[in-house]
């Protein structure tokens, strides 16, 4: 029993001496090694460094593209309306334009009396040049001679009309635009075209 209790008394000062000699051992290599081991300390810093800058790195990036995107989509809405606002102004110059040629033709025909080319013409119109809805009103009686849409033929104009118009005239509102057109004989209006466009 004797032997056993040594042999426990022996072991346990040796596991004292391991502790300490690990101790010992560690300190011994970085005091051989400190190079190394502030080289290594200094890499483990550069990558936290490194590792920290990357991550704000990536949040400034998101942030800016986020803006950027932002910025885009208010820059593409702006350039929208305004080729919207253009080609609206182009449409309609190019609308009183073709209404002022195209009553030129509803003239000669009134003074000739031709009401079947007329409507010919007034179909023609509608169809080419994207009106809505063409009129001719009779400026003595204030009724609609002549109409793109037949059931107003006959009927009175409802709205109100200077009949002492010289030049073409156009009215924007809120339902479309209305280019107001004297067709003028040799001494008095024959007739005063109307040329509506609706809103889209």
């Given at each position: 029993m004797m032997g056993t209790e040594n042999n426990k008394q022996d072991k346990q000062p040796d596991k004292?001496?391991?502790?300490?000699d690990s101790s010992s051992v560690i300190l011994t290599f970085i005091k051989k090694n400190i190079v190394s081991v502030l080289l290594v300390l200094a890499l483990i810093i550069v990558i936290i460094w490194f590792s920290a800058k990357n991550n704000m790195d990536n949040r400034q990036f998101e942030k800016?593209?986020?803006e950027l995107i932002t910025q885009s989509k208010n820059e593409r809405s702006a350039l929208i309306a305004n080729y919207e606002s253009e080609k609206d102004s182009l449409q309609l110059l190019n609308l009183e334009v073709a209404a002022k040629i195209f009553s030129w033709s509803v003239r000669s025909e009134l003074i000739r009396n031709?009401?079947?080319?007329l409507n010919q013409l007034v179909n023609a119109f509608v169809k080419e040049s994207g009106a809505d809805l063409v009129q001719l009103i009779d400026p003595e009686t204030n009724k609609?001679?002549?109409s793109s849409d037949k059931k107003f033929e006959g009927s009175e104009y409802s709205r109100k009309i200077d009949?002492?118009?010289k030049e073409p005239h156009t009215?924007?509102?809120d339902g479309g635009i209305k280019i107001i057109t004297p067709i003028m004989g040799l001494n008095a209006a024959l007739g005063i075209l109307i040329v509506q466009m609706n809103n889209k």
């Open positions: 004292k001496v391991g502790k300490n800016v593209k986020t031709n009401t079947e080319n609609i001679s002549l009949f002492a118009l009215l924007k509102e």
